[in-house]
């Protein structure tokens, strides 16, 4: 094999599925070595996919080059590429996949095509020590519950519409609260709903094992256009609903699978009030609770270097004439072979 | 008299076995969760337990075999109703012929299609939900997610359930099964509305995240 310093073989990985652009880097051995994240934060509004993908392009070079002085290796050291092929936002996961594909033809190693969200499972499972989890992810662009059986991650529970972290962020943009830098939108409602006392009525909305949050948050901005209720009452009473309903579906997996552990992730698990909520459905049901460090939190490269390892060493690898990028690969659709 | 024995502790509510004046009931207590806030605890245990016993009832006049509902007790969040012996669908499907899946996946289609008639909607509908007693006759359980609409969005979003538990319970035969469901579902309510149902499927899922065929119409 091609690549190796003092007997040590090392993935690079490349994340760019939205609005962050981050390389990691892992030994096949799961240590991880390297993990730059640069994210783009909006002037206003949303994240636009254009500008997003301009960003991740701007920074690419810098983000590599801190990856390899962080690592202490060279380029020449590397024995696989990884990048996230899916699911995200089109023009941000070419960008990435370009510096994937050029990266990998300039030293002539195989590149590796990754599921984001496969990803975001893997890292939890080597950061926290867990083997089979059942899993909460729940960022700006993801809600899903999810364990394995047969072979694949399977999805128990999801959003029918727009994801938990995004009703949040949306809120706090329409309620005019402050951004700070390096966190979401979604994080300034929690310190405001820490002082909020009175809970709101707001559609409560689980389906089966399915959620739905875009009219919840319809009403919640109805509400507070109508200007009748404190703001922290109603960061309050959001929050309390929301998280209400991804524990009860969380809880319904762990219930229905029986597994005996339960792995919180994805840029929402930094809420304390959330983990508070696992926490207590894992206790409940005896299973271990878990919950990822924010670095390996929200979207960043270590997860999808060491996820590439995985698939790498089991035989996966990903052509460069397939490696266009799946703008909506389904967690379900993967297979996992390193899991037995 | 037993004391209720807990068979099934579930992540909503506990399901007791007791003996009730005589009967054999099922005690369906709706616990407090610790981790919600304790009005919104209240308001969910509270709609749910006054809800439940209406739909299972109703299911009834629709032809849709549920339990017995014997006693509800709000303020408890219990429902004693009769406990039906049998088998849940769940495990069935995995231990009958390929014929006898059809014709139970064709049965099950059926009674979805008496619900959606009568205008109830399940919210709920797992195989896990549904219990074959040995006079084979298929019961439907669980209405707590339920509600009453005749919504074409609404039945969309029930069926679409199915399909979605059929895949992460049974996903080898996901496909045959489901079908088998719109079959029976088809014969009670006509090829127009399943017509008009599918097409709502198709878009919910569309509406989905990262489906594949969202990108034809893009």
């Known amino acids: 094999m091609k690549g190796r310093k003092a007997g040590k073989s090392y993935c690079l990985g490349i994340e760019s599925t939205a609005d962050d652009f981050s390389v990691g880097i892992s030994t096949f051995n799961g240590e991880i070595t390297a993990n730059v994240i640069s994210g783009y934060v909006p002037t206003k509004g949303g994240i636009h996919p254009r500008e997003a993908a301009r960003h991740h392009s701007e920074v690419a070079s810098k983000i590599l080059e801190k990856a390899f002085k962080k690592a202490g290796i060279k380029p020449r050291d590397l024995s696989i590429i990884a990048f996230s092929q899916g699911p995200g936002l089109g023009p941000c996961l070419r960008t990435g996949a370009t510096v994937a594909r050029a990266l990998a033809s300039y030293l002539d190693i195989p590149l590796v095509g990754v599921n984001h969200c496969v990803a975001h499972i893997e890292i939890g499972k080597l950061k926290t020590d867990t083997k089979d989890p059942v899993t909460l992810y729940v960022s700006g662009g993801n809600t899903i519950v999810s364990a394995f059986d047969s072979g694949r991650y399977r999805v128990f529970g999801e959003t029918l519409d727009i994801a938990l972290g995004n009703c949040l962020d949306v809120f706090a943009r329409e309620a005019g609260l402050h951004q700070r830098v390096g966190e979401p939108f979604g994080a300034a409602v929690e310190k405001i709903a820490a002082k909020g006392k009175k809970l709101i009525h707001l559609p409560y909305t689980v389906k089966g094992m399915d959620m739905s949050f875009s009219g919840l948050l319809t009403a919640a901005i109805n509400l507070l256009k109508r200007g009748e209720y404190k703001l922290e009452d109603l960061c309050y009473s959001l929050q309390e609903t929301v998280f209400s309903m991804v524990t009860e579906v969380t809880e319904r997996a762990l219930a229905h699978t029986e597994k005996k552990e339960v792995l919180l992730t994805g840029g929402v698990a930094a809420n304390k009030r959330l983990q508070s909520m696992i926490k207590a459905i894992a206790k409940e049901h005896d299973a271990k609770f878990c919950v990822m460090p924010r670095e390996f939190a929200v979207d960043n490269g270590a997860m999808i270097a060491w996820t590439g390892v995985l698939a790498y060493t089991h035989g996966v690898v990903t052509p460069i004439e397939e490696s266009f990028v799946r703008l909506r690969w389904r967690l379900e659709e993967v297979e996992i072979p390193w899991v037995k | ?218």
Request: glycine share 8%; charged share 30%; with cysteine.
């Open chain 2, 1 to 218: 008299m037993k004391p209720p024995l807990l068979i099934k502790k579930g992540a909503e509510a506990s399901l007791y076995l007791a003996d009730w004046h005589g009967r054999k009931v099922i005690m369906k207590k709706r616990l407090p969760k610790k981790y919600r806030v304790s009005e919104l605890d209240e308001q969910i245990k509270t709609y749910r337990t006054i809800h439940e016993p209406q739909l299972i009832h109703e299911a009834k006049k629709a032809g849709v075999p549920t339990p017995t509902i014997f006693l509800v007790d709000v303020k408890g969040a219990t429902i004693v109703m009769e406990f039906i012996e049998g088998k849940q669908a769940k495990q069935l499907l995995s231990e009958v012929s390929k014929s006898e899946r059809q014709r139970l996946c064709f049965k099950i289609g059926e009674l979805i299609g008496r619900l959606h008639k009568y205008g109830i909607i399940h919210g709920d509908l797992t195989t896990s939900n549904m219990i074959l007693n040995p006079e084979g006759k298929i019961f439907f359980v669980d209405f707590g997610l339920g509600e009453k609409s005749k919504e074409l969005e609404v039945r969309g979003v029930d069926l679409h359930l199915m399909k979605r538990a059929l895949q992460s319970t049974h996903f080898r035969f996901a496909e045959e099964y489901f079908n088998a469901v719109i079959e029976g579902y088809s014969k009670v309510l006509g090829s127009e509305t399943v017509k008009n149902v599918l097409e709502k499927i198709g878009e919910i899922e569309k509406r989905g995240r990262y489906i594949a065929e969202r990108k034809k119409g893009e």
